[in-house]
């Protein structure tokens, strides 16, 4: 029986040379067209058991954990730079290692994107418009936030607490607030998770030296000018009329607290050819939500196209 529900995938580790041999863990199931599956904070590639499920008779699915997160090494804060540019990189390296190692082709990827996703998969699309043919995205964003420079008033408070002060350190740390957050009504879900489920969620982020990511994930958002990561998210924003006659799919959890309609509008408004699954009752993990309408749109999405 497998530890993770749902989960029944073999395990890979990919060893980052330019990284001091940091391994990256990595899901690699079927065979076929690929699919690339870019997860977010807190999540892992466990958020994506049920697509690869589903996908991996007729596609090759691939789904890294990110360094820090997932069944990836966790390295220390001053051991790696926990930023968004390092996770462009690391995915680039990993999917040049399948390329040029692994039999994966140059050409015809599917990028899956959720969260914190959008902005690494799509900053490494743009990088590498050639290689990708289809779009799917799923409660993300990979643009400044069209509500301007500070976050939307029910966000401020929260946001502030956990990047700024040492409250907010200890609850992400000591606590795991955020990871444990996200697997909650309402924040992350609508409906509850089963407890299994959320155990398994949870797991990679057991002590607070494998928080760290989850908390330097935090503190790499974008909000305006000046922060880190703030340059190569609006480049990408810039550069994504490359990627707009591209066949995609957008589905949207509606109660996402962070990722509102605002940022679907966006998304609509980039992507005016792309198909559009809007789940009024689905939170922030739409596919816990969701995904009995989620996954068959996602197959029958990449079959006809």
Not at 94 to 114: C, E, F, K, N
Not at 282 to 297: I, S
Request: proline share 10%; glycine share 8%.
């Amino acid at each position: 029986m497998t530890r993770f529900p749902g989960y029944p995938f073999t395990s890979r580790w990919y060893a980052h040379p330019a990284r001091s041999g940091l391994r990256q863990h990595y899901v690699d199931e079927g065979a076929g067209p690929p699919v690339l599956f870019v997860h977010g904070n807190p999540s892992w590639s466990y958020l994506w058991r049920r697509p690869i499920a589903a996908l991996r008779d007729r596609f090759r699915c691939v789904a890294p954990d990110h360094l820090g997160m997932g069944l990836s090494d966790k390295p220390a804060a001053g051991d790696y730079d926990h930023t968004l540019s390092s996770r462009v990189d690391d995915l680039d390296a990993l999917i040049g290692h399948l390329v040029s190692q692994g039999g994966a082709p140059g050409r015809g990827w599917t990028l899956v994107m959720h969260d914190w996703g959008g902005p690494i998969g799509m900053a490494w699309a743009c990088r590498h418009p050639g290689r990708v043919a289809r779009l799917v995205v799923l409660n993300t964003a990979a643009f400044p936030n069209p509500h301007g420079e500070r976050p939307r008033l029910p966000l401020r408070a929260p946001l502030w607490l956990l990047r700024r002060t040492r409250l907010g350190a200890r609850l992400l740390l000591r606590h795991n607030v955020f990871a444990r957050g996200a697997t909650w009504r309402p924040l992350g879900v609508r409906a509850r998770m089963p407890a299994d489920v959320r155990d398994a969620f949870l797991a990679p982020y057991d002590r607070p030296a494998h928080r760290v990511a989850v908390q330097r994930f935090l503190h790499d958002i974008p909000l305006r000018p000046g922060d880190p990561a703030w340059p190569l998210l609006e480049e990408t924003g810039r550069r994504l009329d490359r990627l707009a006659r591209l066949p995609a799919l957008i589905g949207w959890g509606l109660r996402d607290p962070v990722f509102d309609p605002a940022m679907l509008a966006e998304w609509r408004r980039r992507l005016p050819a792309a198909r559009v699954l809007v789940c009024p009752r689905a939170g922030h993990y739409l596919l816990e939500d969701a995904h009995e309408q989620l996954v068959p749109a996602m197959r029958a999405f990449l079959t006809e196209t």
